[in-house]
């Protein structure tokens, strides 16, 4: 029986502004704490930076219509805050705000609906010499200010908000771990940061809320795996719980109820910063919708004085793995997806789902990618599973439109439906990218048929 998803269903892609865009120091852009970040010695694979990356910026018209061609439906791109504001504040640069101006009229055109993330990463680098980025209090009226100033100018053609995305990213890389701008290594401020930018979110959705913008709705994007217990004893059962409560419920929950879960309270103690009980009540109910991006599921074992969570993840070695290491877990999305209706009862897109693998191009740059399809295919049937048992998911963004700038990872790493080549920059659909084509044409998908032709 094909599995054909419900008629509003929104079938798109996603990129990020400091992934594809490059055009780093063109038309008045300020530097952003990744363009400072990746010249350090040793900071980036191969030394790669984003300075020019896809050359999106210059590319764009050719990108939508590459979309249009596919059949995409809808886009979640984000903005590069110093793009439009150079030092983060204050004066804007018209010929910045004129890029995402057109590029959302292109996509208007084309017929492909936006999704407009707000902050995916790159942060304007004169807030992080001036006032230590997401480490001062300020940060969080300062985002607020560049959110209402994004949602007047394109809120008459986007309706799709994402203030952050992926927050625990930006704590965890950029101050547990230094492997991400800024590249401090404090756990204690990583739990500030994290403190604002949940504050952020909370003053952006204010002034989001203050304009009564007719049908519009604002979410953000969180990264989050599923948690099988280990065995079935009840303490790594409580294992698995505490770990989802600890990675989607730290961002989640002070978005959604007003505050930490009661675990990371207990646990953590005065690492994590507390809420006063305005930003509580303002924070409360700040959410329209949960973005989600899904790449794979842990087992948990209750481990007995492992840091405060008391927390192991068990290797699963016996399943096949990503070229990022990152084992092929389907299943957990679904289950993953039942957690969080059940728990918080919003709306969800998935707003990344895809895998990094090894690509081999012809010479004509075409790559035959069958693990990718059947990768995307499985996912997309525990999205279907979860959909027709109630879950209210209204889309799914592959990860990504095409092939580029994974982070500290630099080029290496191709997650695209359709290939970038880095050095002539010239485009081509992978096979991944015209089943994804086909899929949307069905708006489904044909389970009995091979992964190479799975609609
Ligand atoms: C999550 C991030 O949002 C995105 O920027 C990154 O490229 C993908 N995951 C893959 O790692």
Redesign the pocket.
Known sequence: MAMRFPDTFLWGTAT?AY?IEGAADVDGKGPSTWDTFCVQPGAIAHGDTGARACDHYHRYAEDVALMQSMGIQAYRFSVSWPRVMPTGRGEVNRAGLDFYDRLVDALCAAGIRPMVTLY?WDLPDALQRDIGGWAHRDIAPIFADYAEFMFKTLSDRVDLWITL??PW?VVDGGYFNGVHAPGIKDRRLGYQVGHNLIRAHGAAVARFRSMSLDNAQIGFAV?TTFSYPATDTPADRAAAERAMLNFAGWFIEPMHFGDYPDVMRERLGSLLPTFTSEETASLRGGLDFLGL?Y?FSDVVRHAPGEGEMELALIPQRDLPHTT?GWPITPDGLRLLLHWLAARYGLPIYIT?NGCALDDVADDAGRVDDPVRIRYLRDHIASVYAAVQSGVDVRGYFA?SLMDNF??SLGYAKR?GLVRCDFETLQRTVKASGEWYAALIRANGLNPAARAESAV
């Open positions: 990020s992934q995916h995305n992926e990213c990264n991006n790449y990022m990344e990860w994974e982070w997650f």
